[in-house]
């Protein structure tokens, strides 16, 4: 592969999609704040670089999967940032769950700096990090789009351009109002089927391919029951994603009822410790 693809942000879903691109044989730069988190990447073959402004100045496209919108502001417009030292005609590609107002920011700098940007949020969670099974949902040029394409093959399979800089970011928004939603109603369902006396894994088995299937139910429902509440999407991220959306939902003079209530719910979760856990430990409140 002709392209030298710069990773920052090593996380949870981050080290397997780099590790998809180094599969694919493309050159692949890393740098997170947790050196630590690279090891198996460098191990693989990848290059670990001491900051971002090296990592900036040698790849062609440069990824980043990242925490929160403050973070991401800081990782690209800092002095030290990356388009402070991107190359010339080089695309930067935000997969961070960010706000929309941000991913037009960058695009616009971007091309200031003769380059584009997109942003491109995923879902899918761990799971389909780890299978190459993510949704992408891409903002921004379409011939920037056109040009990566074959990169975000090796990380998902249902990608999508949207529209003009920020439209991956509100279709993301659209995604998280729709999985609030989902896992209220699984945390709610397995909470009644054990109240009433069933089987839980009967009752999951039954429901998950009829009418009220859902992708949360069919992935997450399985870890409340075992109890496995280790995050492969963190319950602090969610909070975060459910802000975003609530604070454009308002800027739109547009309401979500529904999203302010399942937000409720995870800030109960986060008052008994539970930040860091995943999302799945909704269940805990029934």
């Known amino acids: 592969m002709s392209q030298t693809v710069g990773f920052i942000g090593i996380g949870v879903m981050g080290k397997s999609m780099a590790k998809h691109i180094l599969d694919a044989g493309y050159p692949v730069l890393v740098y997170t704040r947790t050196k630590a988190k690279a090891d198996d990447l460098v191990a ?148 009644y089927a054990k109240e009433a006396g069933l089987d839980q894994e009967k009752v999951l088995k039954s429901i998950s391919t009829g009418a009220g299937g859902s992708w949360t139910l069919q992935n997450l429902a399985p870890r409340m029951l075992k109890e496995d509440f280790a995050p492969g999407f963190y319950v602090k991220h969610f909070i975060k994603d459910m802000e975003i959306a609530i604070e454009e939902s308002e800027q739109m003079k547009e309401g979500l009822p529904g999203v302010e209530l399942v937000k409720s719910l995870y800030d109960k979760l986060v008052e008994q410790g539970e930040e860091n856990s995943g999302t799945q430990s909704i269940y805990k409140l029934w």
């Open 44 to 191: 693989s073959g990848a290059t670990w670089k001491d900051s971002v402004q090296e990592l900036a100045s040698e790849a062609d496209v440069v990824i980043t999967m990242i925490g929160y919108p403050k973070d991401v502001e800081d990782v690209y417009f800092s002095e030290n940032g990356l388009l402070a030292h991107m190359k010339k005609d080089a695309t930067l590609i935000d997969m961070t769950t960010s706000k929309p107002s941000l991913a037009k920011k960058i695009a616009a700098a971007a091309k200031e700096k003769s380059g584009a940007a997109l942003d491109a949020p995923v879902s899918g969670g761990d799971v389909g990090a780890r299978n190459g099974k993510l949704v992408i949902m891409v903002g921004g040029d379409e011939d920037a789009y056109e040009q990566c394409l074959p990169l975000f093959e090796t990380m998902g399979e249902n990608i999508q351009h949207l529209g003009p800089a920020g439209s991956g970011q509100h279709t993301k928004m659209c995604n998280q109002i729709a999985v609030a939603a989902s896992m209220i109603g699984a945390a709610e369902a397995m909470g």
